[in-house]
């Protein structure tokens, strides 16, 4: 199944996904390099949400540019596959090599914004990302190493102390609070 595909079969779970969803579709339908970062307007992204095995505490990142704790993830850079993606960010970004992933299928999506900012001395326009999330379970305990290129720390947090870390208001209100909601209906 392509990405089109997975997308178009996916069952948002709110009308932010739903709202989103119905855009990626549209924004797919009208540009052919979405998947590379070389599209200034909008690229796909994908995001790992990373859970320990009790399903309790969340994985996460201090962004260099976002100067904030967040998820994980990265650009397409023109792979369709994007839980290869996610998982390889996951790796890059926090040194957890025996990730595996709860399901295979799309766990959340969400048009994020993208202020401008600069990268590497260079200027990044505001833009969008497209991205879909997967949803992944590791071992605490597995050693972490600080990516020093995107990242200050790494660290696991309980899912209440990661809504209050996050200095990204609409993140912790429209995404971060979705995916806990998310995890923690999976346990029943």
């Known amino acids: 199944m392509n990405l089109l595909q997975e997308i178009t079969n996916y069952q948002p779970c709110n009308q932010q996904e739903a709202c989103d969803q119905a855009r990626m579709i549209d924004y797919m339908a009208h540009h052919t390099d979405y998947l590379s970062r070389e599209n200034h307007t909008a690229h796909f992204t994908a995001s790992i949400w990373t859970v320990n095995p009790a ?20 650009h397409a850079d023109g792979a369709e596959d994007l839980r290869a993606v996610a998982l390889r960010e996951l790796q890059e970004e926090t040194g957890v090599r025996h990730a595996i992933l709860v399901r295979p299928d799309i766990f959340s999506l969400e048009i994020l914004t993208v202020d401008g900012h600069l990268k590497k001395g260079n200027y990044i326009s505001s833009h969008l990302h497209l991205n879909i999330t997967f949803l992944a379970e590791a071992d605490e305990n597995e050693t972490l190493v600080v990516n020093e290129n995107e990242n200050q720390a790494v660290q696991w947090w309980s899912f209440e102390e990661a809504l209050q870390v996050s200095t990204e208001p609409w993140f912790v209100t429209w995404i971060y609070q979705k995916l806990i909601e998310k995890t923690k209906a999976l346990e029943t």
């Open 55 to 74: 399903r309790t505490k969340t994985l996460m990142v201090y962004h260099k540019i976002y100067d904030s704790w967040s998820w994980i993830g990265g």
